[in-house]
Structures are given as structure tokens and as C-alpha cells.
């Protein structure tokens, strides 16, 4: 499997692709790394160096990897953090030159845009962008629930609602929309979910919360979904999978004491997962 991955990337720490890419490589996936920010760090530290880069520069290493051909052999393109409006077309444009090239490909979006604690962390014209145009344009969307309230016009919060806004976000175009971060109020007492809700139906998983927060982290999550169900076309098995991977990356990072993911030292959790948690079809 090859993907091309459009996102963000950091020196120091993990997020975007530089989260995203080794665990992919480490099951086994061929990465196609193109990046629209070279960041020392991520932005949660207040301080940062280095260039957001600009939109024809990144179409122009786009360009180059279709210079060789090879547009035909990717199989998914994957975004997340956009960090300038312009990123949205070149992404676009992307995703129908390799589709043209090969039908059979799938666009991934991660519709970053903020969360329930913080609210909107991006430029106040990029959760618009992708609603309007983005995700329209998507096979698989992986929002959590707050990005997916923005993306429907809609508030979810149990189980039923929050299936409504999957499928008002999968009648927008998606046909695979992946919930992160669910957080029904009727759920034991320090635990969080996750939803699948595809064509076929809809797959929930629990696990413990762990308390930190943990930057880089839906980047992972959102790769190792795409990668799993598009290899398998299973999506219960891809949330399995997931699930298992993400918690322990966050388990080892919380017990570390680190802020940074222990994403490197996590490595057996992406290519040997424990399959620790069961998945519960609820449509």
C-alpha cells in the first residue's frame, strides 16, 4: 500500500507526519510524506520556528511525485491540520490527479479543527473550508465528536445522536466517517469511545481515558484507520486495531511523564497489537 500524507511536520515532538508516518511504515505501508508546515515544534507550546509553506510550493513537490509516474500506484491520499487556506485546493487538486490515475483510491481527511475543551484552534476560515469543500470531496472523515457538531450544524452527545451526525456527515460525501473522542454522558465514569459508522453499519469501542493530553495523537489515530481499513475493508477490525495501537502509544507516553508521544518506543503496539479491547456493533 502506498499513501500520499499531506499534513504538517515538526522537528522536535510528533504530530502530522511526523506522527503519522512511522507507524505506518512500522505495519508495513509505503509513505509518500509531503509536507505544508516545517515547524521546530508544534504550536501548543506557544512558541514555534520555522515556515508555514506556501500552497505552490507544496503543489510543486506534488507536481514532482507525479513527474514520476507513480500517481497510479497510491492507494489513499491522507490530510490533517490544514495551517493556511490555500492547502485545501492543492489537496483537492491532488486527490482527483490521483484518482484520475487510479479509480480505486480513497481520500482521508482529518477535519482538524478544534475540540470540546479548547474550541476552535485553527484560522477562523479553515473549519468553513472544510465543510464546505473538504470533506464533500472525502471517502473517510475521522472528526472528533466537537469536529463533527461543527461539520453537521448539530450537537451530538449520546449514542443515538451522535450515529445522526454520522450520517449527516456521510450524506455530505464520506461514505466512512470515524468518531474520536466520544464522550456519552451515560458512559462509565473514566472511560472514552470511539465509532465507526460506515455503509455496512456502525462498531463502537471503549476504553480507560487516560488523563493527558496528547498532542499528535488523532494523527496517528486517523493513519492507522485509513491504513487498516483500506487494507482490509473490515472496519471493525481497522477500529480494533486502532483502538489497541493508540492506547498503548498512550499509555507508554503517560506513564513516561513526557509530554512529547512515545511514539518510537510504541512501536510493537502498530505492528503487533494486543487486541485488548472488544468492538460492539450497534447498528
Not at 103 to 126: E, T
Amino acid at each position: 500500500m502506498k499513501i500520499l500524507s499531506i499534513q504538517s511536520a515538526v522537528a522536535y515532538g510528533h504530530v502530522g507526519n511526523s506522527a503519522a508516518v512511522f507507524p505506518l511504515q512500522r505495519i508495513g505501508v509505503e509513505v509518500l510524506p509531503v509536507y505544508t508546515v516545517n515547524f521546530s515544534n508544534h504550536t501548543g507550546y506557544g512558541a514555534w520556528r520555522g515556515p508555514l509553506i506556501a500552497p505552490d510550493d507544496v503543489a510543486a513537490v506534488i507536481e514532482g511525485i507525479g513527474d514520476r509516474g507513480v500517481f497510479g500506484e497510491i492507494d489513499v491520499i491522507l490530510s490533517g491540520y490544514q495551517g493556511g487556506e490555500g492547502i485545501a485546493d492543492v489537496i483537492l487538486d491532488a486527490v482527483a490527479q490521483v484518482k484520475q490515475a487510479n479509480p480505486a483510491a480513497v481520500y482521508a481527511c482529518d477535519p482538524v479543527m478544534g475540540n470540546a475543551k479548547s474550541g476552535c484552534f485553527v484560522a477562523p476560515a479553515i473549519p468553513v473550508l472544510l465543510r464546505e469543500k473538504v470533506v464533500p470531496a472525502a471517502d473517510i472523515i475521522t472528526p472528533n465528536q466537537f469536529e463533527l457538531g461543527f461539520l453537521t450544524g448539530t450537537e451530538p452527545s449520546d449514542l443515538a445522536s451522535t450515529l445522526e451526525s454520522a450520517d449527516r456527515a456521510r450524506a455530505m460525501g464520506p461514505r466512512t466517517v470515524l468518531v474520536t473522542s466520544v464522550e456519552r454522558p451515560d458512559r462509565p465514569e473514566g472511560t472514552i469511545e470511539m465509532l465507526a459508522v460506515t455503509d455496512d453499519g456502525a462498531w463502537i469501542v471503549r476504553t480507560p481515558h487516560i488523563p493527558m493530553k496528547a498532542n499528535g495523537s488523532g494523527d496517528v489515530t486517523a493513519a492507522l484507520f485509513t491504513a487498516h481499513l483500506t487494507s482490509t475493508g473490515n472496519a471493525a477490525d481497522a477500529l480494533a486495531r486502532t483502538t489497541s495501537s493508540v492506547f498503548d502509544l498512550l499509555q507508554n507516553t503517560f506513564d513516561s511523564g513526557e509530554r512529547e508521544l512515545r511514539l518510537i518506543e510504541s512501536q510493537e503496539a502498530y505492528a503487533h497489537p494486543r487486541m485488548q479491547f472488544s468492538v460492539e456493533q450497534v447498528r
